[in-house]
């Protein structure tokens, strides 16, 4: 079986944590610096409030006068977000992150020792926390799983027996499908609201009018998801902090706190001289909330130079003034050293060039950001047809 954990608001949970009075009443996340005046998610009492995400700042607080405002705080919700899925490897399950929230992991493989389904799921809960309300649903494929735990209790967990997805999926809205807001307006309007409505149109009217996400979901809509669950490989992190004692814009002071951070953390002796792929900067703000920014490295370092002349750049990116720095390193290496040919056949630079790049494309953007046309129909009549994309596995 395949579990979904799931954790409404995540983002909104994560920053709240550090403003408990307003845990309970009605909040929501702050606009984003230089974007549209739209709040965020929001807690159960400012949607009985009559507040939505995605509304204007003035409506919201027109529906909500007590409404507070709580500043976005990326770092706390990457280091929230680590320490959960920590606990939860550390419970024996293998986990795939998506997002912040949301994570799947396979169950058969501790079945046994845990005494069953249940126990398992149950296992997971108890490692997210009960502060969190975490939800699972388990299930054959990855969306009935998805769906199941949209439709959980808070602290429990829903099992979809196999077989009996279509039947579990045909009253759900279409709000577990991954459309776009207007997709999801564009088959209202058509009568279309329920999974069950969709799986019920022709998929080859659907291809035509909605195009390829219109198709992905008229097969999931038939539970059709044959994803498997690909874990994540537990990162080695090494983390360092500077607190200011006055909060500090000064460029010239953040890049002299940055040359600290990473002269503590190339001293450390669990680096063993190995040298990080991927760098976070994060910034504590004085007027509330945080700032983060990550890097990934062409070629895994451990140049000081060549590490600040990646990161001080982004402190520019500061939306305000910072009472404290961090910085973490991740993607260390597995070797100290570079064993260099003397004599390298033809081309063997560029393939290796090549492939450095896929792998820092993956890093950043998933391991679906590169694909490759294979011809696989090119006596076809329609181009379409001809060929297909996929992922890139060199």
Same mark, same amino acid.
């Given at each position: 079986?395949?579990?979904?954990?799931?954790?409404?608001?995540? *983002?909104?949970?994560?920053?709240?944590?550090?403003?408990?009075?307003?845990?309970?009443? =009605? /909040?929501?996340?702050? &606009? *984003?610096?230089?974007?549209?005046?739209?709040? @965020?998610?929001?807690?159960?009492?400012?949607?009985?409030?009559?507040?939505?995400?995605?509304?204007?700042?003035?409506?919201?607080?027109?529906?909500?006068?007590?409404?507070? #405002?709580?500043?976005?705080?990326?770092?706390?919700? !990457?280091?929230? +977000?680590?320490?959960?899925?920590?606990?939860?490897?550390?419970?024996?399950?293998?986990?795939?992150?998506?997002?912040?929230?949301?994570?799947?992991?396979?169950?058969?493989?501790?079945?046994?020792?845990?005494? @069953?389904?249940?126990?398992?799921?149950?296992?997971?809960?108890?490692?997210?926390?009960?502060?969190?309300? &975490?939800?699972?649903?388990?299930?054959?494929?990855?969306?009935?799983?998805?769906?199941?735990?949209?439709?959980?209790?808070?602290?429990?967990?829903?099992?979809?027996?196999?077989?009996?997805?279509?039947?579990?999926?045909?009253?759900?809205?279409? $709000?577990?499908? =991954?459309l776009t807001p207007e997709r999801r307006?564009?088959?209202?309007?058509?009568?279309?609201?329920?999974?069950?409505?969709?799986?019920?149109? &022709?998929?080859?009217?659907?291809?035509?009018?909605?195009?390829? $996400?219109?198709?992905?979901?008229?097969? #999931?809509?038939?539970?059709?998801?044959?994803?498997?669950?690909?874990?994540?490989?537990?990162?080695?992190?090494?983390?360092?902090?500077? /607190?200011?004692?006055?909060?500090? !814009?000064?460029?010239?002071?953040?890049? +002299?706190?940055?040359?600290?951070?990473?002269?503590? #953390?190339?001293?450390?002796?669990?680096?063993?001289?190995?040298?990080?792929?991927?760098?976070?900067? %994060?910034?504590?703000?004085?007027? @509330?909330?945080?700032?983060?920014?990550?890097?990934?490295?062409?070629e895994p370092t451990a140049e000081p130079?060549?590490?600040?002349?990646?990161?001080?750049?982004?402190?520019?990116?500061? =939306? @305000?003034?910072?009472?404290?720095?961090?910085?973490?390193?991740?993607?260390?290496?597995? %070797?100290?050293?570079?064993?260099?040919?003397?004599?390298?056949?033809?081309?063997?630079? #560029?393939?290796?060039?090549?492939?450095?790049?896929?792998?820092?494309?993956?890093?950043?953007?998933?391991? $679906?950001a590169v694909g490759t046309v294979v011809?696989? /129909?090119?006596? %076809?009549?329609?181009?379409?047809?001809?060929?297909?994309?996929?992922?890139? $596995?060199?």
């Open positions: 079986m395949i579990a979904c954990l799931t954790i409404d608001v995540f *983002a909104l949970r994560a920053a709240l944590r550090a403003r408990l009075e307003l845990v309970g009443g =009605p /909040a929501a996340l702050a &606009p *984003a610096a230089g974007e549209r005046d739209l709040v @965020g998610p929001c807690t159960e009492a400012a949607r009985q409030a009559g507040v939505r995400p995605g509304m204007r700042l003035g409506e919201a607080l027109a529906a909500c006068p007590e409404l507070a #405002l709580v500043e976005r705080d990326p770092a706390a919700v !990457a280091e929230e +977000w680590e320490r959960l899925l920590r606990r939860l490897e550390a419970a024996g399950l293998a986990v795939e992150p998506v997002q912040p929230g949301c994570a799947y992991f396979e169950t058969a493989g501790v079945e046994r020792l845990a005494g @069953g389904l249940r126990s398992v799921l149950r296992r997971a809960l108890d490692a997210a926390g009960p502060e969190w309300e &975490p939800r699972i649903g388990a299930a054959a494929r990855r969306f009935a799983a998805l769906a199941a735990a949209s439709v959980a209790p808070p602290g429990q967990a829903l099992v979809v027996d196999d077989g009996d997805e279509a039947l579990f999926l045909e009253p759900l809205p279409l $709000d577990v499908l =991954p307006r564009e088959l209202a309007d058509l009568g279309v609201r329920r999974l069950g409505e969709l799986a019920r149109l &022709p998929g080859a009217a659907v291809a035509d009018r909605l195009g390829r $996400d219109g198709e992905q979901a008229w097969r #999931l809509a038939h539970g059709e998801d044959d994803r498997a669950v690909k874990p994540r490989r537990p990162a080695e992190e090494l983390a360092e902090s500077l /607190a200011f004692p006055e909060a500090v !814009a000064n460029a010239l002071t953040l890049e +002299w706190g940055l040359a600290a951070l990473l002269d503590r #953390l190339l001293a450390r002796p669990e680096r063993a001289g190995r040298a990080p792929r991927q760098l976070a900067l %994060s910034a504590r703000l004085a007027a @509330g909330g945080s700032w983060r920014r990550a890097v990934t490295l062409r130079r060549r590490l600040q002349a990646a990161l001080a750049p982004k402190l520019a990116e500061l =939306p @305000g003034p910072a009472v404290e720095l961090r910085l973490v390193l991740s993607a260390l290496a597995g %070797s100290v050293g570079v064993q260099e040919e003397l004599v390298r056949p033809e081309g063997r630079r #560029l393939r290796e060039l090549l492939r450095e790049g896929l792998r820092q494309v993956r890093a950043a953007a998933g391991i $679906d011809e696989v /129909a090119p006596w %076809s009549r329609i181009p379409e047809a001809r060929a297909v994309l996929v992922p890139r $596995d060199d």
